[in-house]
């Protein structure tokens, strides 16, 4: 755990609330990503990170200073965005949401109407097949290949056994390359 941060628990834990923003304001955009990463949806995640750190504030006592404050914030937001999957099973596929999209981009910068088309059937297969996974097998494989957390790391984040852990990110894996395939060997 960095310094500052252990700094600003024991100023929390003291009564000072403003270090406690503090800590929202470091770790913010961290958590959305992964909550986005996971959930799909802009909203979705906004929720996920309010949850999140509504937790961690309200057991803030419960968390042991030896730990990383990062990955047990990366484990209270993921487990709040497969508790939200899972309270919508009826979820719709996610799609890449303008907010996200690149903002303000001059027309020299635009990419050529061939790319930008295959930018966006990549886009929407990727949607698709995040769609396919399960809540844990989603979950597992953004820690790991977009935010690369260890198979430790997941794990706990988790409250998954190691073999579990790598058998959710190895069926993840296998479901993405079985959708994506057209565009790996394109």
Not at 9 to 28: C, K, M, P, Q, Y
Not at 36 to 53: L, S
Not at 90 to 98: H, K, M, Y
């Amino acid at each position: 755990m960095t310094e500052s941060d252990a700094l600003a628990i024991s100023r929390v834990r003291g009564g000072d609330d403003d270090a406690f923003r503090e800590l929202v304001e470091r770790h913010g955009r961290a958590v959305f990503r992964v909550a986005y990463r996971i959930t799909g949806r802009v909203e979705d995640a906004e929720d996920v990170v309010q949850e999140t750190f509504l937790r961690a504030y309200r057991r803030l006592d419960r968390f042991e200073a030896r730990a990383n404050f990062g990955t047990w914030l990366h484990r209270i937001a993921a487990n709040c965005a497969v508790d939200l999957l899972r309270a919508r099973p009826n979820r719709e596929v996610a799609e890449e949401p303008e907010t996200l999209e690149r903002v303000g981009a001059g027309r020299d910068d635009l990419p050529p109407p061939d790319r930008s088309m295959l930018g966006v059937q990549i886009k929407e297969r990727l949607a698709g097949a995040m769609a396919l996974l399960t809540d844990i097998e989603r979950a597992a494989f953004t820690l790991r290949h977009f935010e690369g957390l260890s198979i430790e790391e997941i794990g706990r984040t988790l409250g998954l056994k190691t073999s579990a852990t790598k058998h959710s990110i190895f069926r993840a894996v296998r479901k993405m390359r079985r959708e994506l395939q057209p565009f790996i060997e394109a």
